[in-house]
C-alpha cells in the first residue's frame, strides 16, 4: 500500500472521530494553502482526550490489519500525523511482505 492511500486514510479516521482536525478538502483554490496534515502534532492539538485516542487507535488497528501496542497515538514517536502515517505504512508493508513470502 502507498504511504499516500495511507495518509489518507489515516487523515479521514482522524478528521471523522477528532472534530477539531478539518477533513481534507476536495480540491483547494488556486491562492488556498494546504493543512499541514503531516506536521500537526495529535496532542494536544488534535485532541488531549486520551479516550479519544484510545478509540482512534483502535479504528486505526481496525482498518489496517496491526496492533499498537504499548505505542498509541500521540505518544512519543508518534506525537505527529506524519510519524503515525510513517508507522503504519511500515507496519502494512511489513505485514504484506511477511503474507507473500
Known sequence: ME???VRDE???ILANKLHRLPPPPVHLEPDEEP????GQKLVPDVTDN????????MDLEDAFGFNF???LPGS???ETIGQLVDV?????????ATAGA
Open 3 to 5: 504511504r499516500d492511500r
Open 10 to 12: 489515516v487523515i479521514e
Open 35 to 38: 493543512f499541514d496534515y503531516e
Open 50 to 57: 486520551h479516550l479519544d485516542i484510545a478509540e482512534v487507535a
Open 69 to 71: 501496542d504499548e505505542n
Open 76 to 78: 512519543e514517536g508518534l
Open 88 to 96: 503504519i505504512h511500515r507496519k502494512v508493508t511489513a505485514a504484506r
